[in-house]
């Protein structure tokens, strides 16, 4: 059964600092990983996906790694702001794709300082 | 308009009480989800459905039932409410491929707030 681990489960930096957010996941026959936030009240949003081909994914100031056979993940954010505060969850494929379902971390509950 | 909405966003209840929680869609995805979120314990699969004739079990399924009454429409019953059932509720949706070969981008509602007394 896979398992998803977040390291660290809670964050709290100045505005302004890089950091990196870390998921491992136990069985690496994935298809893809999806990382996500969570803001108080509200769903989730997809913010990055990397399939199992890619070894990185880009967008803004996010950049996400992939790599599956050492089972891990990073989040990197870059110049951290206010409006970055979020829960940050990353997810795996049950089996195959995705069909299935998602196994998710527990989170990193992230706050930047003003 | 949100493309995934969920009713209600809160409810509270009482232990014995049956409760439906709607999810609705205007993406055009062939598949639905509900999850569970607990404090500690991340989101776990409930139910999912791949069309109207084809509804599967999650990890935690025991104390739900679904139903799926149109492409669009997806509810989670709780027969008997228990407190153990609180928790925040989220429909997800998703369509083969979209994320890429064998990959299925999931898009989430805002959560439905489940208290049960």
């Not at chain 1, 957010?21 to 990055?48: E, H, M, V």
């Amino acid at each position: 059964k896979q398992e998803v681990t977040q390291i660290p489960a809670a964050l709290s930096v100045p505005e302004g600092e890089n950091l990196v957010l870390n998921c491992s996941f136990t069985d690496s026959a994935i298809y893809n990983l999806q990382w996500f936030r969570q803001d108080p009240g509200k769903g989730l949003t997809s913010l990055l996906l990397i399939q199992s081909s890619q070894r990185e994914q880009t967008s803004g100031r996010l950049n996400a790694s992939l790599d599956k056979s050492s089972g891990r993940s990073t989040l990197y954010i870059a110049a951290s702001q206010p409006g970055d505060s979020a829960t940050y969850l990353c997810a795996v494929p049950d089996s195959g794709g995705g069909a299935d379902g998602l196994t998710f971390g527990k989170g990193t509950h992230l706050i930047i300082q003003p | 308009d949100a493309d995934v909405t969920q009713t209600p966003r809160n409810r509270i209840t009482k232990t014995g009480k049956r409760i439906m929680l709607e999810c609705s869609q205007t993406k055009g995805h062939d598949r639905m989800y509900w999850y569970r979120q607990d404090p500690g314990l991340g989101l776990r699969l409930i139910y999912y459905s791949f069309d109207v004739k084809d509804i599967n079990k999650g990890e935690i399924s025991d104390g739900y039932s679904v139903s799926r009454q149109a492409q669009a429409k997806f509810s989670l019953s709780l027969e008997s409410a228990i407190p153990n059932q609180t928790a925040l509720y989220f429909c997800a949706t998703s369509v083969r491929g979209e994320g890429g070969r064998e990959t299925d981008t999931q898009y989430f509602g805002p959560g439905t707030r489940l208290t049960v007394l």
